[in-house]
C-alpha cells in the first residue's frame, strides 16, 4: 500500500486509517481499490472510515462478508457463575447482530425513570437486562416454590424456593404474585404431590386493558414507562384480602415496583386521586459529642 504509507508520512491520515485499510486488504485481497479508499480515509475520521470500509468489503465479497457474520454467531457464548451469597457474574459475547439486538432492547429500558432517578449508566443497564427477563409482552414461566407461610409475609417462615437461584425472600415472592400466574401445588407427607390446582393470572384480560387506559403509565411520581412495560400492582396485596378491581390497582414500572416490595417503600393513593410515594425509615445512631 504505497499510497497509504505516503500518506500517513505526508499527515494527510493517520496510523488508525492505515490499519482500517490494511485489515480491508487482507480480507478482499485482489478486490481492493488502495486510491479509492486513500481517499475516504483522507475526508473522513478513523471511525467513520472502518464503516466506510466495512461496506466496501461487503460490496467486494459479499459472501465472505456473511461467512465472517455467520462465525460471529456460531462463536456467541455466555457464562452464568453464581457466587456464594448468590449473586451471578457474567461473562460473554454476541456477534454484531445479537448485540445490537439485546441492545436495542436494553436501551429504552436503561433510560432514567424520572429525575429523582440516581442510579449510574451501568447500574440502570443491569435493571434493564433483568427487567427484560421478567417481563415483556410474552413473561416468562420462573417457578417460585413457597409455602404459604411465606407468601403472605408471616414471622417466621422460610424463604422461597427459585429455579437457578439461592433461596429468595418473601418481599420476592410477594412481588412477583402481585401480577403473575399462580398454580397451586400442594404437598404431602414425603414431598408427595396431593393436588394441583388451576393457573390463574390475577390482572388480565379486560381488567389489564382498563388499567392500562386508566394510568397510562407507571404512576410512580415523575416516571413515564409505558404500561406494557409496568405490572398491575395490589395497593393492598391480594394475600392481604386486596380485591382486583381497578381501585385498588395501580401501574408500577419494574423498578419502582421493585421498591414498594423489596426497598420497602411505601404508595399511597390519597382521597383526591394523587399518588404519594413514602421512603422507608432511616435510623441513625446517636453519637456522643466530643470535645471541643
Known amino acids: 500500500m504505497p499510497e497509504s504509507v505516503q500518506a500517513v508520512q505526508s499527515g494527510e491520515i493517520g496510523f ?12 478482499v485481497r485482489g478486490r481492493f481499490h488502495e486510491s479509492k479508499l486513500l481517499k475516504d480515509a483522507c475526508e473522513n475520521s478513523p471511525g467513520k472510515f472502518h464503516y466506510i470500509c466495512r461496506h466496501f468489503r461487503h460490496s467486494a465479497d459479499p459472501m465472505g462478508y456473511a461467512a465472517e457474520q455467520a462465525e460471529q454467531v456460531e462463536n456467541r ?21 445479537g448485540g445490537a439486538a439485546l ?14 432517578d440516581a442510579r449510574k449508566p451501568d447500574r440502570r443497564l443491569a435493571d434493564a437486562l433483568v427487567e427484560l427477563a421478567e417481563g415483556g409482552m410474552q413473561r416468562p414461566q420462573i417457578q417460585v416454590t413457597s409455602s404459604l407461610e411465606t407468601l403472605l409475609g408471616l414471622a417466621g417462615a422460610p424463604a422461597a424456593d427459585m429455579d437457578f437461584s439461592l ?18 401445588v400442594l404437598l404431602g407427607s414425603e414431598s408427595t404431590v396431593i393436588d394441583v390446582g388451576r393457573s390463574k393470572r390475577t390482572v388480565s384480560g379486560p381488567a389489564r386493558r382498563a388499567l392500562n ?10 416516571c413515564d414507562r409505558p404500561a406494557k412495560r409496568s405490572a398491575a400492582h395490589h395497593v393492598v396485596h391480594w ?10 390497582l395501580l401501574l408500577l414500572c419494574h423498578r419502582h415496583h421493585w421498591l414498594v416490595h423489596e426497598g420497602r417503600w411505601q404508595i399511597v393513593r390519597s382521597d383526591d386521586g394523587r399518588i404519594l410515594t413514602i ?11 466530643g470535645p471541643d
Open 16 to 27: 488508525a486509517h492505515l490499519t482500517v485499510m490494511a485489515r480491508t486488504a487482507d480480507a
Open 77 to 97: 457464548s455466555l457464562s452464568l457463575s453464581m457466587w456464594e451469597d448468590g449473586s451471578y457474574l457474567l461473562s460473554g459475547i454476541l456477534d454484531s447482530v
Open 103 to 116: 441492545r436495542t432492547a436494553l436501551e429504552p429500558l436503561a433510560r432514567k425513570s424520572g429525575e429523582h
Open 167 to 184: 433461596p429468595i425472600s418473601s418481599k420476592t415472592v410477594e412481588r412477583f404474585a402481585c401480577d403473575c400466574g399462580v398454580t397451586r
Open 213 to 222: 387506559a386508566r394510568d397510562g403509565h407507571c404512576k410512580w411520581p415523575g
Open 239 to 248: 394475600t392481604n384480602g386486596g380485591s382486583t378491581d381497578l381501585d385498588n
Open 279 to 289: 421512603p422507608p425509615t432511616t435510623q441513625f445512631q446517636r453519637l456522643a459529642r
